[in-house]
Each structure stands twice: as C-alpha cells, then as structure tokens.
C-alpha cells in the first residue's frame, strides 16, 4: 500500500465533509512513521483535532512529537502571517507593528487568499528546514469543495503580481511545489457512498482543469468487508431465502427471534453494505488512474484507538477488505 506517495515529502489531504478525512490523514501519518519514516501531520483549521486522533495535545502553533517518528502541528494564519512578512520586513517586531493595527489587522483578514497563501507558506518552510529534514508532511486540507482553490492560491497571486516582486516569486515557488507530482502528492478521501464518491470523481476533474494534475491516492474509509466467503454464498442464500429473513432483515433484530433467524438476518444486512460498497469501489477503479487504498469500517469508540487500527491496517500486508472474508 501507499505505493503512490512513498517518495513524496508533501502529501496534501482533502475529502468532503463527514468522511473521516482528518482520522485518515492522521493514521497515513502514523502508518508513515511506523515504517520508520520521519512524519508531520499539519493541520490548517482554528480547531485542532489531532489531540484526540492521536492522544496528545500542545499549544496551536507549536509541533509536538506524539511517537517515535512522529509529529503534528496545527497551524494558525495569524502566526504565519507574521512569519511570511518577516522575510520581507527588516524585524518580526516591525511586523508585529504592522499586523497589529486595527486597520491593517482587517485588511489582511478581508484580502482574498492571504489567509491560504501564508499557511502554504508557513507548510513549506517544514519541507525546506534542512535541520528538520522531514521524510513526509502531511497537510489536513481543508472540505474538497475549498481544497482546489486553497491549491490554486500561489498561482493566482504569481498572476495578479504579474512575478514581480518578493511575494510573486515566494508564490511561484510554492505553486511549483505543488504541480510537481514527483514531490507532492493530493490525496483524496471518501466513503463508499454515491455523493462522496461522486465528488472524488469530480474533484479529480478540477484538480486537472486548475493544476494540470490529478489525484495520487484516494482513502475510501469504512469499507464493510464480505460477511462470510464467497464460496458459503450458495448456501447463505437458500437459507435466508428459506427462513425469509431476506425480505426485512431488520424485523429479526428482536427477542421473539431466534439467534438462527438473527445471525441470518444480520449476515443479509452485512452483505448489502458490502455489495453497496463494491458498486461504488467499482465506479471509483473505473474513473480514477489513482492508487485506490480501501479502509474497513472499525467499531472501536475513542479516536486515537480508530487511527491506531487504520495505520496497523495500511502498514498490514496489503489486504483489502475484500479479500479479508475469503
């Protein structure tokens, strides 16, 4: 698995809301780090999930290490505001001067794309600290609707200052490192479901139509597995057929039914989850050149425990949750 991003140090996550897509790029972090990979999982929103997707908690702003070979950090836009100007202002407390006013304080946080363009600046400075030297950032990307516009920031400002100036030429450099696929990966996550997948598919579109490339792996999450093997299906199917459960599963889900009829019933249950989400995996293979990683639905209730079994999963043998039953 992850063969499409091993080489990649940037790897841009993205996914429409609701899908999990902070849990999974959580557990690609940590799956990552575990193969010995040294790895930052950057956030980009005012809230910091990755205190309860990976059981620890710091400052915004400020990285912390949460196991051997890895770290998370969640980025605040006001701090690499300041951090951006720096560069081209003699002092950060010239610039704190500057950010600080009332009026300019409203104008940076009225300007279009100002926002998203000293996050990605702030992003890219982990790529080229040599102190740090970190094999793999991942970068929590905001919903898939805001993601390519998000991308697409360095090349817009690039055109508005026509290159010229500092902040054209820091702009430029942070596009080129997002068009170059043989450095930076987008990673798309979704559920087996009709509108999630739906947008995946479109979502590659745009990315073509902005940036000129496509997605590099795309994480479908909670996957059901097949509810027994396939050789077993002749016989499940004259049994549930012959007891009648198949017709509404869900009436045998009580105590008048016997744990024959219930076993049953759940088994017709689990198997039309699992050929939902075959239909849809299907749609996905057959519009995507991406590496399509297929992650099984886990049950366990605290967060850090879920990104636990993901990252175990994705470093497994390679398993799909189709061949898990057989």
Not at 11 to 36: D, E, I, N, Q, Y
Not at 264 to 278: C, E, I, P
Not at 288 to 314: C, G, K, Q, S, W
Request: charged share 25%.
């Amino acid at each position: 698995m992850l063969d499409s991003i091993k080489d990649k140090r940037l790897v841009f996550v993205t996914g429409k809301g609701g899908v999990g897509k902070s849990t999974c790029a959580a557990a690609l972090g940590a799956a990552l780090a575990r193969r010995g990979k040294k790895t930052l999982v950057v956030e980009t929103d005012a809230f910091s999930a990755m205190s309860e997707l990976l059981g620890k908690s710091g400052k915004d702003g400020t990285r912390i290490k949460i196991a051997d070979n890895l770290y998370a950090i969640n980025l605040q836009s006001d701090e690499c505001l300041v951090r951006s100007l720096t560069r081209f202002l003699p002092s950060e407390r010239v610039v704190r001067s500057v950010t600080g006013n009332r009026v300019t304080e409203a104008f940076f946080k009225s300007a279009p794309s100002v926002n998203e363009f000293v996050l990605l600046d702030g992003i890219l400075e982990f790529v080229e600290d040599n102190k740090q030297l970190y094999d793999h950032v991942i970068v929590d990307l905001p919903a898939s609707g805001h993601a390519v516009t998000f991308l697409n920031v360095p090349d817009t400002l690039n055109q508005m200052m026509r290159g010229v100036g500092p902040f054209a030429k820091r702009a430029k450099v942070i596009a080129g490192w997002i068009h170059d696929s043989s450095r930076a990966a987008i990673v798309a996550v979704c559920l087996p479901e009709e509108m999630p997948v739906q947008e995946t598919i479109e979502l590659e579109d745009k990315l073509e139509e902005a940036l000129g490339r496509g997605l590099e792996l795309t994480m479908v999450n909670m996957v059901h597995p097949r509810p027994f093997p396939a050789r077993f299906g002749t016989a499940f199917k004259e049994a549930s057929e012959s007891a009648g459960v198949n017709v509404d599963p869900t009436k045998e889900f009580s105590e008048e039914s016997t744990a024959t009829r219930r076993v049953l019933a759940g088994n017709v249950l689990a198997m039309s989850w699992y050929k939902r989400d075959r239909t849809y995996l299907d749609l996905l293979h057959s519009k995507l050149d991406a590496e399509i990683v297929e992650l099984p639905m886990v049950y366990e209730t605290e967060e850090n425990d879920i990104v636990d079994r993901l990252a175990n999963f994705i470093n497994s043998d390679g398993q799909t949750t189709e061949t898990l039953a057989s």
